[in-house]
């Protein structure tokens, strides 16, 4: 059983074209992430998100926006594509309130290249 | 200067050796303390959490947090081949909201040899 999945794995697209990458969680958390990491393995959150609120990191372009259907899937959207949106994206979720300082869960990551 | 540093490696060692991996960090409000492994293309999975300073062991594994230093570090004993990873250190601090982010290290990447 895979807790946290993502769709795809692999995405290679155009410059300025508009995609989607899918994350779904069966760990029955109520808070749901997006990260970036880059070509030098810089993981950095770029949303939070549970049924309430949604946590925007300021550096984030808002070409890219969170869409989140019901509690276990959490969507990233990403409007006119650029050649610096290149990077692997892992999709994360956790439990709040939990010990362990609200364990992480990652998924396997979406690779994304822009052409 | 960034809020966790983390030396990037590559660390190459030989099978059984003792493997010590460190992060350093800025803010003192950082409370929780996690390492994180990554295979190659893989997602980071967590491999120790330490709340505060003190010491945890796991088997081969022993994490050291000491918050006077801001220095925290991950011990390897008896490394084999299947340690062979990145290691990325992660720290949080215990608010809610952005304050609360769990803040990543660049990830010190191991090669066990044979």
């Known amino acids: 059983d895979t807790a946290v999945s993502q769709t795809p794995k692999y995405l290679v697209t155009q410059m300025g074209n508009d995609k989607s990458i899918k994350c779904e969680q069966n760990l029955g958390h109520d808070t749901m992430y997006w990260y970036k990491q880059d070509s030098k393995k810089f993981l950095k959150i770029m949303f939070s998100y549970n049924n309430k609120e949604l946590i925007i990191n300021e550096t984030v372009p808002n070409r890219f926006s969170p869409k989140s259907p019901d509690k276990a899937h959490l969507n990233l959207h990403i409007n006119s594509l650029e050649l610096g949106d290149s990077a692997v994206y892992f999709c994360a979720s956790s439990q709040p309130g939990q010990g362990a300082g609200e364990t992480q869960y990652f998924g396997p990551g979406t690779r994304l290249l822009v052409l | 200067q960034k809020e966790v540093e983390q030396d990037p490696g590559p660390l190459s060692v030989p099978e059984g050796a003792i493997v010590s991996l460190n992060c350093t960090y800025s803010?003192?409000?950082?409370?929780?303390f996690m390492w994180y492994r990554q295979y190659s293309r893989k997602g980071p999975e967590l491999l120790m959490y330490t709340y505060s300073s003190g010491n945890k062991e796991d088997g081969r594994f022993t994490a050291q947090v000491d918050k006077s230093s801001k220095y925290i570090s991950l011990f390897i004993r008896d490394s084999q081949p299947s340690d062979s990873a990145t290691y990325l250190c992660?720290?949080?601090?215990?608010?809610?909201?952005?304050?609360?982010?769990?803040?990543f290290g660049k990830g010190t990447k191991l090669s066990v040899k044979p």
């Open positions: 803010n003192s409000a950082f409370q929780y």
């Open positions: 992660a720290m949080k601090a215990p608010y809610g909201g952005s304050q609360g982010n769990l803040i």
